[in-house]
């Protein structure tokens, strides 16, 4: 099956530092992909959607200036955490889908996750 | 917009025993995809099942399986022979058919708990 890897897996920084959060598919070219923030026993928050060589596109009130998305090629996308503050602790996701209508079935494949904790 | 509602917060079954989750969506579409997804205590969303709208024949994936209600807009996940496994978070998910990265719709999840 399709592999999404996140990475780091965890990070722990200090408030005012910036935190980079990397998503790859390793085994297919993923056209799209979505960043979400989860906070404890809640749903999943859509952040952003993100298509390789364009601008991401931000879910409404999400500040694109402090979560900056940049899928620079078909298997990875990132996502920084600019001057992190402690209300931006949570664990973020992101999913992949392969842009194939149909034939993927409309699967997303997640990554593991990334919990980060800013002191 | 498409709407995804769990109104089961908490479910616990006895192990062996057989469970079902309810799910109900909103949308104006006809055609959709609909997934059920597993969240255990690693926070590892993993897919279970999903269901092509215009596929009226329920899908099954080994003690897995669905009760699709397309008129009724109604899709639940019963889960035969419960295993400590299975405790989890479970996520029912919509999204559209058509357009490539189109979003998922998440309901807010049922907390499973299975009792030896």
């Known amino acids: 099956g399709a592999v999404v890897s996140q990475h780091p897996s965890r990070v722990i920084c200090k408030s005012g530092t910036s935190v980079k959060i990397e998503c790859r598919s390793l085994?297919?070219?993923?056209?799209?992909m979505f960043w979400y923030r989860q906070f404890p026993k809640k749903s999943l928050m859509l952040m952003a959607t993100?298509?390789?060589?364009?601008?991401?596109?931000?879910e409404q009130g999400v500040e694109k200036d402090k979560f900056l998305i940049n899928h620079a090629s078909l298997t990875l996308s990132t996502l920084t955490v600019t001057s992190a503050h402690p209300e931006d602790s949570s664990f973020y996701i992101c999913?992949?889908?392969?842009?194939?209508?149909?034939?993927?079935?409309?699967?997303?494949?997640f990554g593991p996750g990334t919990r980060l904790l800013v002191l | 917009a498409q709407t995804v509602t769990q109104s089961q917060p908490e479910m616990s079954v006895q192990e062996a025993e057989t469970v079902t989750l309810s799910c109900t969506y909103d949308?104006?579409?006809?055609?959709?995809?609909l997934f059920w997804y597993k969240q255990p205590p690693s926070r590892q969303m993993i897919l279970v099942i999903r269901?092509?709208?215009?596929?009226?024949q329920n899908a099954t994936e080994n003690r897995f399986s669905v009760n699709f209600q397309k008129a009724a807009k109604s899709f639940s996940l019963k889960i035969s022979d419960s295993q400590l496994g299975d405790a989890a978070m479970y996520f029912c998910?919509?999204?559209?058919?058509?357009?490539?990265?189109?979003?998922?719709?998440f309901g807010e999840g049922t907390q499973l708990t299975v009792n030896p």
């Open positions: 949308t104006s579409e006809s055609d959709y995809y």
């Open positions: 999913s992949a889908d392969m842009g194939v209508i149909r034939l993927a079935k409309e699967t997303q494949y």
């Open positions: 993100s298509n390789e060589g364009s601008k991401a596109t931000y």
């Open positions: 998910a919509y999204r559209r058919v058509g357009t490539s990265g189109s979003r998922l719709t």
């Open positions: 269901q092509e709208a215009y596929k009226q």
């Open positions: 085994d297919f070219q993923a056209t799209t």
